[in-house]
C-alpha cells in the first residue's frame, strides 16, 4: 500500500471517529473501519463489540501486547480493555439482532442514494461469507459506510441504485470518503462536508445521484 493510500485511510478513520458519541456501544466492520479503534479519544468511553464473541476491544497491539489468540472477526490480532468480556458468538449475534449496538461503521463496494449496501461479495469472486453485516444493518440504531470515494477504475461507488449483491436494503445513514461527508435523507443526498480542497461540482463529478449541497 502506498504511503498516500495509507494517510488517506488513516484519515478517513480519524473522521468516522467523530461519528462515535461518549458510552456507545460500537461495532467496527473488517477492514479499514477497524483503523478506528486507534483514533478512539481518550475523553469518550466506549465499548467496542465484535461478532466473534469480544466486548471491549482496544487498539492493535504493540509487538509487546501481541497475542495470537486474542482476535477481532476478522482475525486481525486486537487488544482487550479494562472491563472486556468474552462470551459465544450466538451471544454476540442476540446482542447485535437486539438493538444493543448504536453504531456500526462498515466498508462498502457500493451504496444507492437511497441507503441500499452492497459489501459482501462479487459475483466470480472466492468469499468467505456474509460474516455479521447482514445483521448489523438491521440491528444497529446507526449505520455509517467508510470507503473510497471511487473504485480502483475511477468509477461510480455512490450510485442510483447497486449493481452488486446487496447485504441490506435502505440501510446507511451517513457516508464518509476521503472527499465527503454524505447523508442519505428522505429528500436525497445531501453533501453536508468536504474533506479536501474540492469544489461542490468535484465532489458531484463523482457521484453519480444528485447531490444537495448542504455545506456551510
Not at 488513516?10 to 467523530?18: D, F, L, P, S
Not at 481518550?42 to 466486548?55: D, F, I, P, R, Y
Not at 449493481?163 to 472527499?179: D, W, Y
Request: glycine share 10%.
Amino acid at each position: 500500500m502506498s504511503k498516500d493510500r495509507k494517510a488517506m485511510r488513516e484519515m478517513i478513520a480519524r473522521r468516522a471517529e467523530k461519528e462515535i458519541q461518549d458510552g456507545n456501544y460500537v461495532n467496527l466492520g473488517i477492514g479499514m473501519p477497524t483503523m478506528v479503534a486507534n483514533y478512539i479519544s481518550e475523553n469518550k468511553q466506549v465499548m467496542l463489540q465484535s461478532e466473534n464473541g469480544l466486548l471491549g476491544i482496544g487498539p492493535y497491539p504493540t509487538e509487546e501486547e501481541l497475542d495470537a489468540d486474542l482476535i477481532n472477526a476478522g482475525k486481525e490480532t486486537v487488544t482487550a480493555i479494562n472491563g472486556s468480556a468474552y462470551f459465544n458468538s450466538a451471544e454476540s449475534f442476540a446482542m447485535i439482532r437486539g438493538g444493543n449496538i448504536d453504531i456500526a461503521i462498515l466498508g462498502a463496494m457500493e451504496v444507492a442514494e437511497n441507503g441500499d449496501l452492497a459489501n459482501w461479495m462479487i459475483p466470480g469472486k472466492m468469499i468467505k461469507g456474509m460474516g455479521g453485516a447482514m445483521d448489523l444493518v438491521h440491528g444497529a440504531q446507526r449505520v455509517v459506510i467508510i470507503m473510497e470515494h471511487v473504485n480502483r477504475d475511477g468509477g461510480f461507488k455512490i450510485l442510483k441504485s447497486c449493481k452488486l449483491p446487496l447485504t441490506g436494503k435502505a440501510v446507511v445513514n451517513r457516508i464518509i470518503t476521503e472527499r465527503a461527508v454524505i447523508d442519505i435523507t428522505a429528500n436525497g443526498l445531501k453533501l453536508i462536508e468536504i474533506l479536501d480542497k474540492s469544489s461542490f461540482e468535484d465532489i458531484q463529478s463523482v457521484t453519480e445521484p444528485v447531490l444537495l449541497n448542504q455545506t456551510k
